[in-house]
Structures are given as structure tokens and as C-alpha cells.
């Protein structure tokens, strides 16, 4: 019960922004997707879980096509700059993203505490989220994405506005998702650390996947990062 991407294509304009990309990603492994900015990568997380529509091309999770509403009960997903109601206190936001999912309609409040507990500002429940700062703003953002329990975990710039001690915390999260057995799709610019939490590794440049596999396969025994420049930059060349 794989997710599985075959032939994608999303173009604005004139131009493919995501271009035939075919992927696959194994159970229950931790998968990051890396790229330059402007590389396709926000688009095609978006297409993965429904946000947007594919011009050409399919994804299935867990064998379901993502336009099946049971597809989508088992997905979790973090953008890269999460929208709150900021008169809500955050276990009223978190109550109310459990609202949209009929397998967490009814969860009680105590579960939504112990989310907010589990990625660090459950001392903040109460409180409007208005007054959070950016980083715990971030960690919210990442509440919400766990409060239907889902298999499929898709995270978009995780540890974007984080301090050293956040980032820490939050990998801690993702290794424990991991361990439970979830799958974990995940866009990042933090090489060090998608190094340190992925299995696997795809690389996109202009649309076009450049490497999907293994990331020790990929590094060569090289830095994550002295790699990835090595590959994006002979793409390049070869333009």
C-alpha cells in the first residue's frame, strides 16, 4: 500500500512546472523530496494530497487515487506556510481540524492536549494563537497534520522557522512516526538533517526527477549536501 506517482505533469503557462514525474515510495519509509526553489516540489506535495488537480498523470496512496475521499482520511499534511484562525485558541484549531475527518470527528480534548504536548506547546493550548511566535506557529502547523492519527505524513519545509532546540524536537517526532510504522513525504532545504531522517531520497530540478533511491546510494559516501550540488549543477550544464 505504496504511494505511487506515475507520469505527473502540472503546467502554468507556458511552463511545466512539474514535468512527467513517475515515483514510488515504500511503506513505512521516510522519503525526502529535495530541490532548488522553484523546482516543482510544493506543486507536486500539493497534487499528492488533493490541492491540486494533475494536468496529466496519476497518484494513488495506499492504492486509492487521492480524489477518493478514503485516500484522504489517511492523510496528514503540513504546508509550507500553515493558515490559522488566529482568534482560535490552538486546541480550538485542533478541534476543529479534527472536525474535518470522520474517523477523528468525535476525538476528545484530551487527545488534542496530548498533540500539542507532544510537539512542545501544550503549555499554549489556552491561548490565542495570534500571540504564538513564528516557531510555535510551526509547531502547530505540525499538530494539525497528526490529529486523524494518519498513515500517509506529508510535510512541506517541517523544520522551516525553528530553532536549534525545535528542530531537535520535531526530528525526535518524525524518527517516533517512523518507528510507529507511518509514512513520512517530506519537501526540505535543511540537507543535514533530511541526511540524518530519510531512507530514501528524490531529486527534482525544473519538474524532472533527476534520482529517487537510497540515500546512502545517492551520497557515495559524500555529504548529502556536496552531492546534491554535484548532480543539480551537471543538470544544469546539460541544459
Excluded: W
Excluded at 505511487?4 to 525526502?32: C, H, P, R, W
Excluded at 490529529?147 to 522557522?161: I, M, R, S, T
Excluded at 551520497?219 to 556536496?226: H, V
Aim: contains cysteine.
Amino acid at each position: 500500500m505504496m504511494i505511487e506517482i506515475k507520469n505527473l505533469t502540472k503546467t502554468y503557462g507556458d511552463t511545466a512546472v512539474v514535468d512527467d514525474l513517475s515515483l514510488t515510495v515504500k511503506t513505512g519509509s521516510t522519503f525526502g523530496f529535495l530541490g532548488q526553489n522553484g523546482a516543482g516540489k510544493t506543486t507536486t506535495i500539493k497534487m499528492m494530497v488533493g490541492l491540486a488537480r494533475p494536468d496529466a498523470g496519476t497518484v494513488t496512496i495506499g492504492g486509492k487515487p487521492t480524489s477518493d475521499p478514503a485516500a484522504r482520511e489517511q492523510v496528514g499534511f503540513m504546508p509550507e506556510a500553515p493558515y490559522f484562525y488566529e482568534r482560535l485558541t490552538g486546541l480550538e484549531f485542533l478541534r476543529f481540524c479534527g472536525q474535518l475527518f470522520t474517523q477523528s470527528y468525535a476525538r476528545p480534548d484530551d487527545d488534542y492536549r496530548r498533540i500539542l504536548t507532544t510537539v512542545g506547546i501544550g503549555d499554549a493550548a489556552d491561548r490565542p494563537i495570534r500571540v504564538y511566535s513564528k516557531g510555535m506557529k510551526q509547531r502547530l502547523g505540525f499538530a494539525q497534520t497528526l490529529v486523524n492519527d494518519p498513515a500517509y505524513v506529508f510535510l512541506d519545509e517541517p523544520l522551516d522557522g525553528l530553532d536549534p532546540i525545535g528542530r531537535r524536537e520535531i526530528k525526535a517526532i518524525i524518527h517516533e512516526l517512523h518507528r510507529q510504522g507511518k509514512t513520512i513525504f517530506f519537501n526540505s532545504h535543511i540537507l543535514y538533517d533530511t541526511e540524518e531522517l530519510c531512507d530514501e531520497v528524490g531529486i527534482i530540478h525544473r519538474g524532472r526527477l533527476l534520482y529517487a533511491g537510497p540515500v546512502k546510494e545517492f551520497c557515495r559516501r559524500k555529504p548529502l549536501e556536496e552531492r546534491f550540488v554535484e548532480v543539480v549543477t551537471a543538470a544544469t550544464k546539460n541544459e
